[in-house]
Nanobody, 124 residues
Framework: QVQLVESGGGLVQAGGSLRLSCAAS????????MGWFRQAPGKEREFVAA????????YYTESVKGRFTISRDNAKNTVYLQMNSLKPEDTAVYYC?????????????????WGQGTQVTVSS
């Protein structure tokens, strides 16, 4: 069992920045793909970004490319999501998740463990 705890959410004006963190309670963190997803009210949970075990490969959904950056620190068992140039449409609960497979997962069904989520609200 892997426990994930997100932090760093909050209220920010459009154009602002936030940095989300996700701490994992597992000794094998460095072997997992990590992903960030988000869910807005009344919408499905959607993929935002993923990073492979080493941090050498990343993938982003089109709407956040050039604005968000996913990174990880395997020594701290932590994955980050730096969010810049935030827009009101980025408002959602953001979740981090673990994909135990070698291949980088891009859909929520490929992820095995989830955090409780952190709220991000962007005002216009």
């Amino acid at each position: 069992q892997v426990q994930l705890v997100e932090s760093g959410g909050g209220l920010v004006q459009a154009g602002g920045s936030l940095r989300l963190s996700c701490a994992a309670s597992t000794r094998t963190f460095s072997s997992y793909t990590m992903g960030w997803f988000r869910q807005a009210p009344g919408k499905e949970r959607e993929f935002v970004a993923a990073i492979n075990w080493s941090g050498g490969s990343t993938y982003y959904t089109e709407s956040v490319k050039g604005r968000f950056t996913i990174s990880r620190d395997n020594a701290k068992n932590t994955v980050y999501l730096q969010m810049n140039s935030l827009k009101p449409e980025d408002t959602a609960v953001y979740y981090c998740a673990v994909d135990r497979d070698y291949e980088m997962g891009l859909t929520k069904g490929e992820y095995d463990y989830w955090g409780q989520g952190t709220q991000v609200t962007v005002s216009s």
